[in-house]
């Protein structure tokens, strides 16, 4: 088994590497769009973005049977090396992973890094997933648990018209706007929300740091978006006192195959908590999805298992359980 870096600049090659990620992900959600090859590849190619994206696959007999990206942050959490790692169903347990996760470290460890850390899903039913094996065999210990769920859409307007009904008098001295791009003048609000989503959620034993987060970066992950083929549209609770955004929800969903949205992060600054702010701006978010974005039928969003705040919106919402995510992760 041979593994080397893919250029994704170059189509073939990258074509190629894609095609095993596409296929390891249809066998484990069957009849369900997946990741798009400019959701992968965009980043990969932005050399202004927070990370450095690696792309390896390892080979057998000249053939991709396994894929890899690797984010190497730039501008904190040095130690750390994020993977993401899927083998062609057909390929499994002939040592793709193995090789794939050894060439990860070794990478990791030529650039400084001392950590590395990876996720992974297995949707609910009897099947297992092949990761855990291999992550405990190589050394990894699992640090998060989340479970992933699914909401399907548009939203009940009467659910929505209940649940805002219940919320709003406990949120009197704020306003819910929508929004598609940050305005220049809340960018430090955005920005600070990005410091905040690195480290306030529950992360089990994961060594992250804060990320540092400014106006460019806020910039960056727009552009970021547009790079994968997706929109965004954000909902934020406005302190009336201030004026300034003190709790936000991201949703994105993919311009060519709108079906699948994805909820990105959901953020309630710690002073303005229990005014349930997060169930008033997913409300509002999805209300707003279904403007922009009639052809989605699911909403997908992961919780770490110990989150009750938002486990109770998402439920309150209706999403239910089909997955569960881990996170494993060795200190080198």
Known sequence: MEVGEVDPGD????????????????????GRPGWLPD???????????????????????GRAVGAAWVELPLHDNPHLAQVT???????????????????????????????????????LGPAGS??????????????????????????????????????????????????EAWPEEWLADRAAFGRHMSTDPPLGGLALDAEAWGAERVRSHERRIEAMGRRVTVAAAVDRATGRPVAFSELTVSRAVPE?????????LPSHRGHRLGLLVKVANLRRLG???????????????????????NEALGARVVAIGRTWQKRL
């Open 11 to 30: 189509r073939a090659a990258f074509d190629e590497w894609f095609a095993v990620v596409e296929a390891s992900v249809a066998a484990r959600w069957p």
């Open 39 to 61: 959701e992968l590849r965009g980043p990969a190619l932005d050399p202004d973005g927070p990370f450095r994206t690696v792309l390896l696959a390892a080979r057998e007999g």
């Open 85 to 123: 790692l899927e083998v062609h169903p057909a390929r499994r347990r002939r040592g793709a992973g193995r090789a794939l996760v050894g060439a990860v470290e070794r990478l990791a460890a030529a650039d400084g890094r001392r950590v590395v850390f990876g996720w992974e899903e297995e949707r």
């Open 130 to 179: 092949p990761a855990v094996p291999l992550a405990e065999g190589l050394g990894y210990a699992m640090v998060l648990e989340q479970l992933r769920r699914e909401l399907e859409v548009p939203f009940d307007e009467a659910r929505a018209a209940a649940l805002e009904s219940g919320a709003r008098p406990h949120a009197g001295g704020y306003e819910i706007v929508t929004l």
């Open 260 to 268: 699948i949205a994805y909820q990105w992060d959901t953020l309630v």
């Open 291 to 313: 403007e922009i974005s009639p052809e989605t039928r699911t909403v997908v969003t992961w919780n770490a298992r110990d989150n009750e705040p938002m486990i109770a919106v």
